[in-house]
């Protein structure tokens, strides 16, 4: 796994494709969420820096090369800022899912028929969830909404040119500001 910070002067959503999955396994939350069109979304990044500072995040471009995926917290296109159904109350069920994995805990925000709920506990890691615990189960018919915020796995876009060329020329080579560009595309792992 990598890390990469990088300071970017811009990260624009390029596109979203919105496949379809309508499968039926499952049943209950699991059964109505896999009914739900879930986006992959493209982004494109422009860093500026000079070279020394580039070279590192190049360096890892080339080698990952759009087939190791790494993780991404979307610049803020991973939020989900308006609660979007994660499923329903029976009276029984006490686990549901997160309509999207990898969702930070500490941004969750649970609500049963539109009020803010705090009775509930992440499964597995405090940090990072992908479905959470309700200490009682909510009623029978009680709408479950979320929002939060996310990391995504992206790959490197291998169909659009990683660019990198100098945005200021100086006479000391060392200190010319180089601009570089690419592309992250979102996968479904």
């Given at each position: ?6 300071s970017?002067t ?5 596109e979203s ?6 499968d039926?396994?499952?049943?209950g939350?699991?059964q109505?969420?896999?009914r ?11 860093v ?22 790494v ?13 979007i159904?994660?499923?329903?109350g ?8 997160f309509?999207?994995k ?8 649970i ?10 506990e ?7 969830a992908?479905?959470?615990r ?6 029978a018919?009680?709408?479950l ?5 996310r ?22 080579p060392s ?7 690419y ?7």
């Amino acid at each position: 796994m990598f890390t990469v910070f990088a300071s970017p002067t811009h990260v624009m959503p390029v596109e979203s494709r919105m496949p379809v999955i309508k499968d039926e396994i499952g049943g209950g939350a699991a059964q109505y969420r896999r009914r739900q069109t879930r986006s992959l979304k493209r982004w494109e990044l422009n860093v500026p820096g000079i070279q020394e500072q580039i070279e590192p995040v190049l360096g890892v471009l080339e080698y990952i090369q759009g087939d190791t995926p790494v993780w991404f917290d979307g610049a803020g296109a991973g939020e989900i800022v308006t609660p979007i159904p994660m499923g329903f109350g029976d009276g029984v069920t006490t686990d549901f899912i997160f309509p999207h994995k990898h969702v930070f805990v500490s941004s969750a925000v649970i609500y049963q028929n539109g009020q803010a709920q705090n009775n509930w506990e992440p499964i597995g890691d405090y940090v990072v969830a992908h479905s959470v615990r309700f200490n009682t189960a909510p009623a029978a018919n009680v709408q479950l909404t979320v929002k939060y915020r996310r990391k995504m796995k992206v790959v490197l876009d291998t169909e659009s040119a990683v660019v990198s060329e100098r945005g200021f020329r100086s006479q000391d080579p060392s200190k010319s500001v180089q601009r570089m560009k690419y592309y992250l595309q979102e996968v479904a792992i």
